[in-house]
């Protein structure tokens, strides 16, 4: 998240295509999300699964296409943590750096569960904990996914993902939906703008594309069609297995299960299809876990180089050039959480910090004036209304310490600028 350097040798070479920037969108979309997310979100929206995930997909793209707007006027490295920054003012630059840092710690935690529950079910925790400790070791020696990686990760999931698509509808349960009984009672609004809060963090990773102003060929055209492309095929992704994991296993087994897409291809009769949705389930998580704690490490690191926090955690590595003091610390918090929440607590926290990054976002994509490339005033306005209602209709108990964790750092900062410290 540090601005980088304007002299020439520090821009990227615009060597991406459409199609790759597609890739790197969906790959980063389709993580461990779609394997767990539809199961927490049913318990609040019941048969309105469907809904929520419609809900979830028009947050997501306004948010996507404000990021969008953005990067194309401050095209250096740091998303709302430079936008914030420079069209609201230095505490709502500070906190977007915060909440992403919050909320993709959390992601990380979600993402280690997530690949304990499918791979070892019952020891989920102890194994979460040492896969963290395994990728923060390599994230130390300086490793990172190329795009190449990307899309053969992204291949392997699309593919167990339409095994599963498959093996619902040869389950024949999909066909007699007409004897689900109806949409059942409407489960409030909280249920299902609480459950569209749930799976946005499933669509979390979209602005990935956005940030690419630098990377791609013909920016002004490739970027909006690969978020349109990208989103689009995620969104009606999304919806196709939501709905089939509703009427396969029902709304109370799947609002129970942490696994649902093992236990809908058993339901339909392929239980030797099972291992390969684990094997997917694994791929997916890690691959975004990998990149997660590589995200979340720099940012902490960024924060740290301004003085927002400690800058001891600034310090980069001589050896393997990467900030080694923030990526231990990142591990040792992803480990804590791991031992003390669920996949559902971890899930619900991660949306609630993420929701707030992107109500700034959209804020400071209003800020843009009439000659800068900003979007139409629905969009950001939409977004921004969006992201408020569905991280304050998380559950109850999400919001609150959400709500606790953003005074810590909003009074870190005004004890930062009242007494002029500097870590």
Known sequence: ?????????????????????????????????????????????????????????????????????????????????????????DLWGYLAGWSFVVGKTASCAAMALTFGAYLLPGWEKALAAATVVALTALNYRGIQRSTMVIKILLAAVLAVLAAVCVAMLLSGRLAAVAQVEGLGPWPGSFGVLGAAGMIFFAFAGYARVATLGGEVRDPQTTIPRAVN????????????????????????????????????????????????????????????????ILGVSRTTAAM?????LPRSLASV?????????????VGAVVIALVLVTDLRGAIAFSAFGVLVYYAITNASALRLGPDEPRPPLLVPLTGLGGCVVLACSLPLPTVITGMAVLAVGAGL?????????RF
């Open 229 to 292: 492309i990208s989103l689009g095929g995620v969104l009606a992704l999304y919806l196709v297995i939501g709905t089939g994991l509703l009427i396969v296993l029902g709304r109370e087994r799947l609002s129970t299960t942490d696994t649902p897409m093992v236990d809908a291809v058993r339901v339909a009769g392929f239980d030797w299809l099972a291992p390969v949705v684990v094997a997917g389930a694994a791929v997916a998580s890690l691959g975004a876990l990998l990149s997660l």
């Open 317 to 329: 590595h001589e050896r393997h050039g990467v900030p080694h003091r923030a990526e231990l610390l």
């Open 1 to 89: 998240m540090t601005t980088s350097s304007s002299g020439p040798q520090a821009r990227p070479a615009r060597v991406l295509g459409t199609v790759d920037a597609v890739a790197i969108g969906a790959g980063a979309m389709l993580g461990a999300g779609v394997f767990t997310v539809f199961a927490p979100a049913a318990l609040g929206a019941g048969a309105w699964l469907p809904v929520a995930i419609l809900i979830a997909g028009i947050v997501a793209y306004c948010n996507a296409v404000s990021s969008a707007r953005l990067a194309a006027r401050h095209p250096e490295s740091g998303g709302a943590y430079v936008y914030g920054r420079e069209r609201l003012g």
């Open 413 to 421: 900062w005004w004890l930062r600028e009242r007494f002029d410290l």
């Open 304 to 308: 740290a180089a301004d003085g927002h």
